[in-house]
């Protein structure tokens, strides 16, 4: 079954302890991207990636770090995670043919940070 | 950068009815346009996309025209159930980048 999915997808911490959330798509997507939802504010993109090693900032990349070593990954780490990261967080894959299409999303993880 | 507004934030109609939603952009290169449903809980899906190569793309009850002179485009839904109740949100893309407006509640009442 073609899928995101994301780990974990509840989590309670507490400021400045390190943390990742993992991304992982099996449709052989060339594009992900990490979004965050907060209300009012509606979905803001943070990081994307075109392809492997390749990354770059959206909307709202302050206080986060990506990285995209295999195709199917692209983890989202939060090094000194803050109250105001505290969100719903959304990853999604698309199959790139040139420009942006269908984005397919990760069943989300809620992140508090106390 | 990139800036789309979406109006109106919450809308109520009558089953059957048609229901339209506005969003306005800023940045004229880009060039695609999607749009996604979202229900209580779960993750947005796509409903329908247009690309600044063409005007307008329907898909059944669903609707998109694009105007690029005045850089605005909209969502038709006719014939509106309950089912269609949810937030939507349009986007704009340049490249890999995506900017969301900030969604529309829409309401269905049977």
């Known amino acids: 079954e073609a899928q995101v999915t994301q780990n974990p997808r509840y989590l309670i911490t507490v400021t400045g302890k390190k943390l990742t959330v993992t991304c992982s798509q099996n449709?052989?997507?060339?594009?992900m991207s990490w979004y965050r939802q907060d209300p009012g504010l509606g979905l803001r993109q943070i990081y994307y990636?075109?392809?492997?090693?390749?990354?770059d900032k959206g909307d709202v990349p302050e206080g986060y770090k990506v990285s995209r070593k295999e195709k199917r990954n692209f983890p989202l780490i939060l090094e000194s995670p803050s109250p105001n990261q505290t969100s719903l967080y959304f990853c999604?894959?698309?199959?790139?043919?040139?420009?942006?299409?269908?984005?397919?999303f990760g069943p989300g993880t809620r992140l508090t940070v106390l | 950068g990139e800036n789309v507004e979406q109006h109106p934030s919450t809308l109520s109609v009558q089953e059957g009815d048609s229901a339209v939603i506005k969003c306005t952009y800023s940045?004229?290169?880009?060039?695609?346009f999607p749009w996604y449903k979202q229900e209580l809980g779960k993750r947005p899906q796509l409903i329908i996309d247009?690309?600044?190569?063409?005007g307008e793309k329907k898909d059944q009850r669903i609707a998109v025209t694009l105007n690029k002179t005045a850089k605005h485009f909209s969502l038709h839904i006719t014939e509106t159930q309950p089912e269609d109740s949810a937030v939507y949100f349009c986007a704009a893309s340049n490249g890999g980048k995506l900017i969301f407006g900030q969604g529309t509640e829409l309401s269905v009442k049977p």
């Open positions: 999604a894959s698309s199959d790139l043919a040139g420009d942006l299409a269908t984005q397919y």
């Open positions: 449709m052989n997507h060339e594009y």
């Open positions: 247009i690309r600044s190569n063409v």
């Open positions: 990636s075109m392809n492997v090693e390749v990354t």
């Open positions: 940045d004229s290169a880009s060039n695609y």
